[in-house]
């Protein structure tokens, strides 16, 4: 079952991280399946109750997966496991839309935004202590978060969309709740949630976004979270519709207490008005990613959300990396409110393929 690789260990923390150590270097690799727990607490010996606890720790860090009777396995994707041995092979002629990586050619230049952002850095050093939100950024960002239809309240900032959706979840839910996902749904996010030690329910989707009565279903089956993606949804290319937003934001209203995640990677990049989501429930967060727009590496995402839910994340953030650098903050809203790019022509470009 294992091939030559041999668990060892005679406590739970012990077996837990012999597997986990061996998912990272290789020597147990993605899919690969596991003794059944009496099987292994035999030739360890140990109490099964010792490899039941150990397995459990690997599902929660998403290492592991156990589906029933078909026993546990490495995940296709686990947390531990180098991206080398994940690489996708695409044959010649073939594009490659699983990275979900913008075209180089429509990103803008950084450069002048970013002489302009150490310019002003070099006048005023970013200290401890300081905003962690460039007052700029903030202006250009909630300008266009009203035009859309964002209800008033606090933003921040943070390392891209997936850093703010782990965030809202991990400021919110415990390992063990269940969080309804787009079916198919975007393989980051869905790697990230066992990875929290949460569980996805399925929810199905079709051109104009996520399915209202499987919406229901989810949460009536005890959801208590749900990730929504505003538009250029991964991987079907879905946007949410007015009507759609509509019937959505019903049945959200029956069940107020969901945390309510709504992920904007498209913004800059798609000709279709966003159909928001937010303010539907108690607890929500909508986050507008400046990637596809303005560069991956710029790592940046404006998060607007309840004061309840931005509060949890910024002090979080504060324990943590403390802030998003500053310096790339000011290069995102020069190039935001510089015309740097012609959002016309992007978003014509992408739908033309």
């Known amino acids: 079952m294992l091939g030559e690789y041999r668990i060892e260990g005679r406590g739970a923390a012990e077996i837990a991280a ?7 270097t290789g020597e147990l690799r993605p899919g690969q399946a596991l003794p059944p727990m009496r099987e292994l607490a035999a030739r360890l010996g140990v109490n099964p109750n010792t490899v ?12 592991i997966e156990t589906a029933g009777r078909r026993g546990s396995r490495v995940r296709p994707k686990p947390v531990t496991t180098g991206r080398a041995q994940l690489r996708v092979e695409v044959p010649p002629g073939a594009r490659d839309l699983s990275t979900g990586n913008p075209d180089p050619e429509l990103l803008p230049r950084l450069a002048p935004a970013l002489a302009v952002a150490a310019e002003a850095g070099d006048r005023r050093a970013v200290l401890y202590g300081d905003d962690p ?16 239809g964002i209800p008033a309240g606090p933003l921040t900032v943070t390392s891209g969309s997936l850093d703010a959706i782990e965030r809202v979840l991990a400021a919110h839910l415990r390992p063990g709740d269940a969080v ?5 749904g975007w393989g980051s996010a869905l790697d990230l949630m066992p990875a929290l030690g949460l569980r996805t329910v399925p929810v199905g989707v079709d051109d104009d976004g996520p399915l209202p009565e499987e919406l229901a279903r989810a949460l009536a089956d005890g959801a208590r979270a749900v990730l929504v993606t505003a538009r250029a949804q991964n991987p079907t290319g879905a946007a949410v519709t ?7 934001r019903v049945v959200l209203r029956a069940h107020p207490n969901t945390l309510l995640i709504e992920d904007d990677h498209g913004h800059g990049i798609v000709d279709l008005p966003p159909h928001p989501l937010a303010g ?4 929500w967060a909508f986050a507008r990613s400046a990637a596809k727009t303005y560069g991956p590496d710029l ?3 404006v998060l607007a959300g309840d004061p309840v839910t931005v509060d949890r994340v910024r002090g979080r953030l504060r324990l943590g990396p403390g802030w998003v650098s500053l310096l790339l903050q000011r290069a995102l809203a020069q190039l935001w409110s510089g015309g740097a790019v012609d959002r ?6 992408y739908r033309s393929r």
């Open 180 to 184: 309804a996902v787009e079916d198919p």
């Open 18 to 24: 012999d597997v986990e150590r061996a998912v990272g």
């Open 52 to 63: 039941a606890a150990a397995y459990r720790t690997l599902r929660e860090r998403g290492v």
């Open 133 to 148: 939100v460039d007052p700029g950024l903030l202006r250009v960002a909630r300008a266009e978060l009203d035009a859309d």
């Open 344 to 349: 016309t022509a992007v978003a014509e470009s």
């Open 299 to 301: 790592r940046l995402a």
């Open 242 to 248: 007015a009507a759609r937003a509509h019937s959505l």
């Open 280 to 283: 539907a429930t108690r607890h």
